[in-house]
């Protein structure tokens, strides 16, 4: 009976009173179709052994499953043979039930699942063998997982099995929805458990359309869209509409126009009207014009003006209609005819005792693109109107220039004719050629000659002169240009200064006095007192112990001092659009989510390379804020050896941390793939762009606490830049690489002994890690301490053990090592001293040249020699530093002791048979150790 007392049918055995049971019971041959990795899941009822009376060595609770896999059913006829099957699992019931349980009729049913697989064949059997158990097996479902159908991004999926390989993703590229096309290719990655992953790229909506549950529809009348994209079909723009579906632009009204340039979505327009209230007036040297703007722009902001003139002298003398004719060429306009932004004109050198008809247009961007009339004003003019318009012809003849100078320039000129009557003086008009203007400069004299002052240096001036006499102002003579001296760059200088100078004092005169008046009126001491408020709440959120409020530095601020962590993000870290961010590939997975390869495409600014960090859904707020707490750390610096923030995503899911994307990887691995590669400068110039990364973090106050090898990135320039501004992520990865002390884990082999003990983080221990940096550099990723246990790391650094140089590592970047190793902090260099010592070393190469020898100087004193373990075969040497495979080259060699190997050198190592570079650096790092640890043996009197 089933939960529901109803009946159903079983497979039951329960030979339990018989030892050595083997009993089977087989399935039909099932085809896998498209499975890859099949699941059977059991459902079954056993019963307990203690509840059966006398089957004590007899009685199971157990059963096992197999699988036989083939292309085809077997005949009926082929005899059974276990032999055949392979074993998936034994099965173990969670609940068992006893006799008491049969009476009150309680079925304790138990459900198993198992993983049967890989399944290459066209078909497989399933078996189930007892081996004395009570036990009812009620269904056995076999299934297999699939990623289903889906729609992601306006792309469609089909149904996707996963790979043999349950951690490998199977890529899947999409198909746009009918009426998108593709942006970026779009793809979805199929996990094993039947779940899409990381959804990259995808599809927009073509023109027309407007994305609506998953699909793109088109527009409906009267709205439109111009542009492909994912955004809703817009209303049409005022004075324009749309009639049919899918409209891709609203077309205008009547009367009503776009611009070529304008887009499709702004507002259809129409020309401006006529310019209001055009008035003249003129005096004896100029005609101005000025108009009002017109009642109605049309909609639009870029009214322009052009100005039409016509001179109407004559009169026909058969109609009697005044003629007119366009104005004479040498009518000068003041700052033009056409074009014009502003509401008024100068018009100078027209004719006297002559009539004018000035047309004053208005337009604007669609003037002439519909059939609508110009817009005009109107205005006449008679230039004898003024009471002082020249008359007669002009009396001044050719005008020279006698001399110039830098601020001035002397004319004199002659009379052309003898003059109706004596000349009372001269008017000099003169104005600047590349700037004409409609106000210009003027003087009177009564000689004919002038010196014009107050000019500009290297400037061209256009000179006009006229006469008056008794009866008034003749006509102006001719344009004449001459120019000023040049100007001395040295006068220049001088006045340059002088000009700053003087704008120094007056500013700091300003200053004195502005003070004194805050100190009267007392808000000065208000103004001081705030603002030492404002200071004591800033230091408040200063990291302890690091802050340097007075050293003129940006000083680190500790995101944990915020009450709401959020405001550090806010703070310190820009948001960015979800929409720049395309990603193109996965390259990993951290602790928090994946890891993408992508672009950041902000509008205006060029395409850049990005990592993108995100965080997996379904997190706890918890896992948010230390996400995002590395951002918000990451966000205060600045610095080209300190991975660079671009920004984060906190607003939309899923919540992303941008950062610049480097090529190479991290350092370590770099190295190792590398080996042997680069030279001792190029080595060098990676430290150098570390510890200028280092300087600067310690200068802001800032301790990393895990400065290594794997935590610097580098570029596809070999520039290495400080990141990873977290622990939790790195130590989770190698469980070896941490020691648990108070407060949290800790990467012993790059930890500073105070750390290790005392947890006392400074950027002193920041040192020691660079040091363990150095070398790692040194030895192309070598593993710090080889294969010691942390343990033996941290008692042989307390015993003085430091790490012997590399391989082919200069003596002086070694001793350097050495002086980031001092068990005292306080005798460790500061990184600003690295960073100079470095420098004089690349400045001077030959520095690098002296290796480190072979043989090692020894100490002066087995005291100052700590103890290692002593190994007593070549074997039980070379397992300790995973080299076992070389054995037998050192045993054909004749090197059986611990003695033999301690000469060795690098090319006694070649020399049998081990090439890799990698494996001779390790190898004689281990015997260059093995020489102090046997001198110390035989300097305190003992036989090896």
């Known amino acids: 009976m089933d939960e529901q007392n109803r009946p159903i049918h079983t497979f039951q055995v329960c030979h339990v009173m018989e030892p050595n049971q083997n009993n089977w019971l087989r399935s039909g041959w099932i085809q896998r179709q498209a499975a890859q990795r099949v699941y059977v899941e059991l459902r ?260 322009t003006y052009n100005i039409l003139c016509q001179r109407c002298d004559g009169i026909d003398g058969d109609s009697g209609v005044i003629q007119c004719e366009p104005c004479e060429p040498d009518l000068r306009f003041i700052p033009r005819p056409l074009g014009l932004t502003g509401t008024s004109v100068a018009i100078i050198d027209f004719a006297t005792h002559a009539n004018y008809t000035f047309h004053v247009e208005a337009v604007n961007g669609v003037s002439g693109l519909g059939v609508a009339a110009r817009s005009l004003a109107n205005v006449s003019v008679t230039t004898h109107q003024a009471g002082e318009l020249p008359s007669g012809p002009a009396l001044v003849g050719v005008v020279r220039k006698d001399w110039a100078s830098q601020n001035s320039i002397a004319l004199s000129w002659s009379q052309v004719e003898q003059a109706p009557s004596d000349i009372v003086d001269y008017e000099v008009k003169y104005y600047e050629k590349e700037q004409e203007q409609l106000s210009y400069s003027s003087t009177r004299t009564k000689a004919p000659s002038v010196v014009v002052t107050g000019l500009r240096p290297s400037t061209v001036y256009v000179f006009h002169v006229r006469a008056r006499t008794a009866a008034g102002y003749t006509a102006y003579s001719p344009n004449f240009e001459f120019a000023t001296a040049v100007e001395d760059p040295d006068i220049a200088d001088q006045g340059q200064v002088l000009v700053v100078v003087t704008a120094s004092v007056g500013g700091f005169s300003l200053l004195v006095i502005l003070t004194l008046f805050l100190l009267i009126t007392g808000r000065c001491q208000g103004y001081i007192k705030a603002r030492m408020k404002s200071e004591e709440k800033r230091r408040t959120r200063f990291h302890s112990g690091h802050a340097l409020p007075f050293s003129g530095i940006k000083t680190y601020v500790d995101p944990d001092t915020y009450e709401d962590p959020t405001q550090a993000v806010e703070e310190f870290a820009k948001e960015i659009d979800p929409s720049y961010i395309c990603i193109e590939r996965v390259i990993g ?104 990364g280092m300087t600067y973090l310690s200068e802001m106050g800032y301790v990393h606490r895990d400065l290594a090898a794997r935590n610097i990135l580098v570029d596809e320039n070999l520039v290495c830049k400080v990141s990873d501004f977290g622990m939790s992520r790195i130590l989770k990865d190698d469980s070896e690489a941490a020691y648990t002390a108070t407060g949290g884990k800790i990467p012993i082999r790059w930890t500073a002994p105070e750390a290790i003990a005392y947890g006392k983080f400074s950027s002193a221990s920041d040192v020691w890690s660079y040091g363990i940096v150095m070398w790692e550099v040194m030895s192309y990723g070598e593993r710090p301490y080889w294969e010691m246990s942390n343990q033996d790391v941290i008692l042989s650094i307390e015993e003085g053990y430091r790490l012997p140089a590399p391989m082919g590592c200069p003596v002086t970047l070694h001793q350097l090592m050495l ?111 093995l020489r102090l640890q046997l001198h110390h043996i035989q300097q305190s009197g003992f036989q090896v």
């Open 589 to 692: 997975a951290g602790e928090f989510g994946e890891v993408c390869s992508g672009r950041l495409r902000i509008p205006g600014r060029m395409d850049i390379a990005v990592a993108i960090k995100t965080l997996k859904g379904g997190y706890m707020d918890q896992q948010r804020r230390e996400f995002l707490r590395e951002a918000s750390i990451m966000g205060q610096f600045n610095n080209p050896n300190i991975i660079r923030l671009d920004g984060v995503v906190t607003r939309s899911r899923p919540v992303m941390i941008v950062v610049e994307y480097m090529e190479n990887g991290a350092l370590d691995s770099f190295l190792r793939t590398r080996d042997g590669q680069f030279t001792v400068l190029q080595l060098v110039g990676m430290m150098r762009g570390i510890a200028v």
């Open 44 to 303: 079954f009822t056993l019963r307990d052994c203690n509840s059966i009376p006398w089957v004590s060595g007899t009685c199971k609770e157990t059963f096992n499953l197999f699988y036989l896999q083939t292309d085809e059913s077997l005949p009926a006829a082929t005899r059974f043979r276990p032999t055949d099957y392979a074993k998936v699992d034994t099965i173990a019931a969670d609940e068992s039930f006893t006799q008491t349980d049969l009476g009150d009729r309680v079925l304790r049913l138990n459900t198993e699942v198992r993983e049967v697989g890989p399944v290459t064949h066209k078909g497989f059997y399933l078996a189930f063998q007892d081996v004395g158990a009570c036990i009812a097996l009620v269904s056995v479902k076999v299934f297999y997982k699939r990623c289903p159908a889906t729609l992601r991004n306006l792309a469609s999926f089909p149904d996707t099995v996963p790979h043999m390989d349950s951690s490998s993703l199977v890529e899947v590229r999409g198909a746009c929805v009918e009426n998108a096309e593709e942006r970026d290719t779009p793809k979805l990655y199929c996990g094993a458990d039947g779940d899409w992953l990381v959804p990259l790229g995808g599809c927009f909506c073509s023109i027309g359309h407007e994305e609506m549950d998953g699909h793109c529809r088109a527009c409906r009348p009267g709205f439109f869209s111009a542009y492909a994209g994912n955004k809703k079909c817009s209303k049409c723009p005022p004075h324009s509409s749309s009639h049919d579906q899918a409209a891709t632009i609203c077309h205008c009204d009547k009367g009503f126009y776009r611009a070529i340039k304008d887009s499709s979505t702004m507002s259809c327009t129409r020309p401006p009207s006529a310019p209001r209230n055009l008035v003249s007036l003129i005096n004896d040297t100029a005609l101005f014009l000025q108009w009002m703007p017109p009642s109605d722009t049309g909609g639009r902001k870029d009214i």
């Open 819 to 929: 002086h980031c190793w001092q068990k005292e902090s306080g005798q460790r260099p500061h990184f600003n001293s690295v960073l100079s010592f470095l420098d004089k070393l690349i400045i001077n190469p030959s520095s690098l040249l002296t290796l480190v020898n072979d043989v090692q100087s020894f100490p002066d004193s087995p005291e100052d020699m700590p103890d290692y373990p002593l190994f007593i075969s070549i074997g039980d040497w070379l397992d300790s530093i995973k080299m076992s495979q070389y054995k037998n080259n050192f045993l054909a060699a004749g090197y059986t002791t611990l003695d033999s190997i301690s000469t060795m050198s690098i090319d006694d190592i070649r020399r049998i048979g081990i090439c890799l570079i990698g494996h001779q650096r390790r190898i004689i790092s281990s015997i260059q150790s």
